[in-house]
């Protein structure tokens, strides 16, 4: 168990160092560094700057030395909490994010509540009742949800939203509260918007997450123990939520793994269509304005929430599948 | 755990042979190839995935022919038309004809108004000229699909409406079908000899370096991959033309999508690894290369195909999503992402709904490849239960 733990530990470690990696790819990537952008916004002020100036400005952030004491400098200070100075905004990175990563988590978070709740009965009725129209049903819906990318489906209800209800359908909060300090009054202001982003986010999920428990749960329906405990006269919803369905439960546990990561990047994109006062929008502002800092840091932050988030679903993993719990010696899969 | 468990077709949805009485005797004396087309056949939503993934690509191939617009020709006066009735029939049977649109300014909104003059007539004509293309990129015509009598079509036609500038949208989604499907067979080219040489080399050698293989694609796909591809697509540089744009971002598409196909490629390695003919090989002294390319991943062709078949759709995702943020392909460039972008606020999505359209080419797309894919992915191993 403690093997298993620490591998997983291991690679989540692994995982954040090449996050970071790419983040700082990310933020080099474009031409010319932060001082000849600032020097070009000096330069439209008509303040005026000599050369001279530029190399003080470069020697005093460290940007003439070499890149990997860049990335160390870097990291260490992100380590620190210090993301840098976002050059869009003047101010630092760490304000401009604020509330925004957090928002962006609560939405990934829902909308993965949302996949869980929507997938466990679909899958249980589809594997039950085989081959009803229900289930063909099911298995359709399943077939375009995985088809329609999130963004669309986003424009669709937007459409859809404005037909029928003539509302704006997108937002996280009431336009009279979006400013307001947090309270009660805005906590339930949230709940009432969340569904609707989530389960947008869930639909592609769903349709992938009910398919793979429909096909564990079929598997597990045909085993002699559960004719044993037909034959012993136990009463059906029992016998199938007390066995089956908890043995066909372990891939939504291990879903984290591979759903998260897609519901927190397609989160970037809907947040956009449905204006969500999540770090998407800000992260594409940063990347048309070539605000590399706060797009790196924002890039780094998704990515270590995200690890951290698979991390927790193998410890929920751990506690479902007794299997992993007692594998002793690393021996596990 | 995918290919195992998320499909459990019914028994005779497995069964290879195919429906007429003799199937029986077929059997042993059929070819690999002949039993995958048996065993294809019988998935008939995949069947129709092909014909719409064939049609799609003749829409591509052929586009010019079927736009009747050119893509890019603006005219401010004609911004903004709603989608326009095709009248079939008139007094004397079927004369296809469309009403002139008189466009006129309101004076309190200022917004360009359209009414159709009921008076006139505009006929249609088939396989009549219109603007120049090369058909093929050999043939000089201007011969298109539809078009009016006396007269050019971006003046008078508009059967999808228009975009901003005036520009005809049936005939640009046509023509962004040939962008939007190409960029997914690029980068899927790419994905595949990156999946198939890394996969290869992992499930073939083992070890180490099978472990770090595998956890380079464990940690690829525990990554929120848009915001990374974003942050790659932006840094592009602006002065890059529309060619240079297109193929970068096919490999930063490719890179992404890779690591499905090594993952498919590494598990059916292991398992022919053991087999006989391989240990002979190895005996006589082929060298890995050679054991690789030559006796294994003709086995695996099959798998490798569907695979292929099922990356390609988010491939197609990927180009529209970054289009459509506006740091993918960039006008003059057509993709049904770039035109989508035009439909990306809550004003346009109000004020012209019809330029959501492109949705649905995109939608048909994707799911045809998906049950296609299914479908080939179920055929490719056809000696299986």
């Given at each position: 168990?403690?093997?298993?733990?620490?591998?997983?530990?291991?690679?989540?470690?692994?995982?954040?160092?090449?996050?970071?990696?790419?983040?700082?790819?990310?933020?080099?990537?474009?031409?010319?560094?932060?001082?000849?952008?600032?020097?070009?916004?000096?330069?439209?002020?008509?303040?005026?700057?000599?050369?001279?100036?530029?190399?003080?400005?470069?020697?005093?952030?460290?940007?003439?030395?070499?890149?990997?004491?860049?990335?160390?400098?870097?990291?260490?200070?992100?380590?620190?909490?210090?993301?840098?100075?976002?050059?869009?905004?003047?101010?630092?990175?760490?304000?401009?994010?604020?509330?925004?990563?957090?928002?962006?988590?609560?939405?990934?978070?829902?909308?993965?509540?949302?996949?869980?709740?929507?997938?466990?009965?679909?899958?249980?009725?589809?594997?039950?009742?085989?081959?009803?129209?229900?289930?063909?049903?099911?298995?359709?819906?399943?077939?375009?949800?995985?088809?329609?990318?999130?963004?669309?489906?986003?424009?669709?209800?937007?459409?859809?939203?404005?037909?029928?209800?003539?509302?704006?359908?997108?937002?996280?909060?009431?336009?009279?509260?979006?400013?307001?300090?947090?309270?009660?009054?805005?906590?339930?202001?949230?709940?009432?918007?969340?569904?609707?982003?989530?389960?947008?986010?869930?639909?592609?999920?769903?349709?992938?997450?009910?398919?793979?428990?429909?096909?564990?749960?079929?598997?597990?329906?045909?085993?002699?123990?559960?004719?044993?405990?037909?034959?012993?006269?136990?009463?059906?919803?029992?016998?199938?939520?007390?066995?089956?369905?908890?043995?066909?439960?372990?891939?939504?546990?291990?879903?984290?793994?591979?759903?998260?990561?897609?519901?927190?990047?397609?989160?970037?994109?809907?947040?956009?269509?449905?204006?969500?006062?999540?770090?998407?929008?800000?992260?594409?502002?940063?990347?048309?304005?070539?605000?590399?800092?706060?797009?790196?840091?924002?890039?780094?932050?998704?990515?270590?929430?995200?690890?951290?988030?698979?991390?927790?679903?193998?410890?929920?993993?751990?506690?479902?599948?007794?299997?992993?719990?007692?594998?002793?010696?690393?021996?596990?899969? | 755990?995918?290919?195992?468990?998320?499909?459990?077709?019914?028994?005779?949805?497995?069964?290879?042979?195919?429906?007429?009485?003799?199937?029986?005797?077929?059997?042993?004396?059929?070819?690999?190839?002949?039993?995958?087309?048996?065993?294809?056949?019988?998935?008939?939503?995949?069947?129709?995935?092909?014909?719409?993934?064939?049609?799609?690509?003749?829409?591509?191939?052929?586009?010019?022919?079927?736009?009747?617009?050119?893509?890019?020709?603006?005219?401010?006066?004609?911004?903004?038309?709603?989608?326009?009735?095709?009248?079939?029939?008139?007094?004397?049977?079927?004369?296809?004809?469309?009403?002139?649109?008189?466009?006129?300014?309101?004076?309190?909104?200022?917004?360009?108004?359209?009414?159709?003059?009921?008076?006139?007539?505009?006929?249609?004509?088939?396989?009549?000229?219109?603007?120049?293309?090369?058909?093929?990129?050999?043939?000089?015509?201007?011969?298109?699909?539809?078009?009016?009598?006396?007269?050019?079509?971006?003046?008078?036609?508009?059967?999808?409406?228009?975009?901003?500038?005036?520009?005809?949208?049936?005939?640009?989604?046509?023509?962004?079908?040939?962008?939007?499907?190409?960029?997914?067979?690029?980068?899927?080219?790419?994905?595949?000899?990156?999946?198939?040489?890394?996969?290869?080399?992992?499930?073939?050698?083992?070890?180490?370096?099978?472990?770090?293989?595998?956890?380079?694609?464990?940690?690829?796909?525990?990554?929120?991959?848009?915001?990374?591809?974003?942050?790659?697509?932006?840094?592009l540089p602006?002065s890059w033309s529309v060619i240079q744009v297109y193929f970068a971002i096919?490999i930063?598409?490719?890179?992404?999508?890779?690591?499905?196909?090594?993952?498919?490629?590494?598990?059916?390695?292991?398992?022919?690894?053991?087999?006989?003919?391989?240990?002979?090989?190895?005996?006589?002294?082929?060298?890995?290369?050679?054991?690789?390319?030559?006796?294994?991943?003709?086995?695996?062709?099959?798998?490798?195909?569907?695979?292929?078949?099922?990356?390609?759709?988010?491939?197609?995702?990927?180009?529209?999503?970054?289009?459509?943020?506006?740091?993918?392909?960039r006008?003059?460039?057509?993709?049904?992402?770039?035109?989508?972008?035009?439909?990306?606020?809550?004003?346009?999505?109000?004020?012209?709904?019809?330029?959501?359209?492109?949705?649905?080419?995109?939608?048909?797309?994707?799911?045809?490849?998906?049950?296609?894919?299914?479908?080939?992915?179920?055929?490719?191993?056809?000696?299986?239960?």
């Amino acid at each position: 168990m403690l093997t298993y733990l620490a591998r997983r530990a291991a690679l989540g470690m692994l995982t954040i160092w090449a996050i970071s990696l790419l983040s700082f790819v990310i933020i080099q990537l474009p031409p010319g560094d932060f001082v000849t952008t600032y020097i070009a916004q000096l330069g439209q002020t008509a303040t005026g700057s000599s050369l001279e100036e530029a190399q003080a400005l470069r020697r005093a952030y460290g940007l003439d030395r070499p890149l990997l004491v860049q990335y160390a400098t870097w990291i260490s200070r992100v380590a620190r909490g210090d993301l840098g100075m976002s050059l869009n905004w003047k101010r630092p990175v760490v304000d401009v994010i604020g509330d925004r990563i957090w928002l962006t988590m609560v939405v990934s978070i829902a909308a993965m509540v949302f996949t869980w709740l929507l997938a466990l009965p679909i899958g249980i009725y589809s594997a039950v009742r085989r081959y009803t129209l229900a289930d063909h049903l099911f298995t359709f819906v399943g077939f375009v949800g995985v088809a329609v990318p999130s963004f669309l489906l986003a424009l669709l209800v937007m459409y859809v939203g404005l037909v029928i209800f003539g509302a704006d359908v997108g937002g996280l909060f009431s336009p009279e509260l979006a400013h307001a300090p947090w309270g009660w009054a805005k906590f339930k202001d949230l709940l009432l918007h969340l569904p609707l982003p989530a389960a947008v986010l869930a639909l592609g999920g769903t349709a992938q997450l009910f398919r793979i428990m429909r096909a564990n749960l079929l598997d597990e329906l045909q085993k002699p123990y559960v004719l044993t405990a037909r034959a012993k006269g136990l009463s059906e919803p029992r016998l199938l939520l007390k066995y089956p369905v908890r043995v066909a439960l372990n891939p939504f546990a291990s879903s984290i793994g591979f759903l998260f990561p897609q519901i927190v990047s397609g989160s970037v994109i809907v947040s956009m269509v449905l204006s969500l006062p999540t770090v998407g929008p800000l992260l594409l502002d940063a990347l048309h304005a070539q605000d590399m800092f706060l797009a790196g840091a924002i890039v780094l932050l998704l990515g270590i929430l995200t690890v951290l988030g698979t991390l927790i679903s193998d410890l929920v993993l751990m506690w479902l599948d007794p299997r992993i719990r007692h594998a002793g010696r690393g021996s596990v899969r | 755990m995918s290919e195992g468990t998320s499909q459990a077709p019914p028994p005779e949805a497995r069964d290879p042979r195919p429906a007429g009485r003799d199937g029986e005797g077929r059997i042993p004396f059929a070819s690999q190839r002949r039993l995958i087309w048996w065993r294809f056949r019988r998935h008939r939503l995949a069947v129709a995935g092909g014909a719409v993934v064939l049609l799609l690509y003749l829409v591509a191939l052929f586009a010019d022919f079927l736009a009747y617009a050119d893509p890019s020709a603006s005219d401010g006066h004609r911004s903004l038309i709603p989608p326009q009735g095709i009248d079939l029939f008139d007094e004397d049977g079927f004369h296809p004809h469309v009403h002139p649109l008189i466009g006129t300014r309101d004076l309190r909104t200022f917004e360009r108004v359209y009414r159709r003059d009921e008076g006139r007539e505009i006929p249609l004509c088939f396989l009549c000229r219109g603007y120049e293309y090369t058909l093929l990129g050999i043939i000089r015509t201007d011969i298109h699909l539809i078009g009016v009598e006396r007269g050019r079509a971006e003046a008078s036609l508009a059967i999808l409406g228009t975009d901003v500038q005036g520009r005809d949208l049936f005939s640009r989604m046509v023509v962004a079908t040939r962008t939007s499907l190409t960029i997914g067979i690029v980068g899927v080219g790419i994905s595949l000899v990156l999946g198939v040489a890394l996969g290869g080399i992992s499930g073939y050698h083992g070890g180490v370096v099978d472990l770090v293989i595998q956890r380079v694609i464990e940690i690829l796909r525990s990554i929120p991959v848009i915001p990374l591809w974003l942050g790659l697509a932006a840094a592009l540089p602006r002065s890059w033309s529309v060619i240079q744009v297109y193929f970068a971002i096919t490999i930063i598409i490719s890179l992404i999508g890779w690591t499905e196909l090594a993952r498919v490629v590494r598990g059916r390695f292991l398992a022919l690894r053991h087999e006989d003919f391989i240990v002979a090989a190895e005996l006589a002294g082929c060298s890995p290369r050679r054991i690789i390319f030559v006796h294994m991943v003709p086995l695996v062709a099959s798998h490798i195909i569907a695979a292929t078949t099922l990356a390609l759709p988010l491939m197609i995702i990927s180009e529209t999503a970054l289009s459509f943020l506006g740091l993918g392909l960039r006008p003059p460039a057509v993709s049904w992402g770039v035109l989508l972008q035009q439909a990306s606020n809550i004003e346009a999505i109000a004020l012209t709904p019809w330029l959501i359209l492109p949705v649905i080419p995109v939608v048909t797309a994707v799911l045809a490849f998906n049950f296609l894919g299914d479908g080939l992915r179920d055929a490719a191993d056809p000696y299986g239960i």
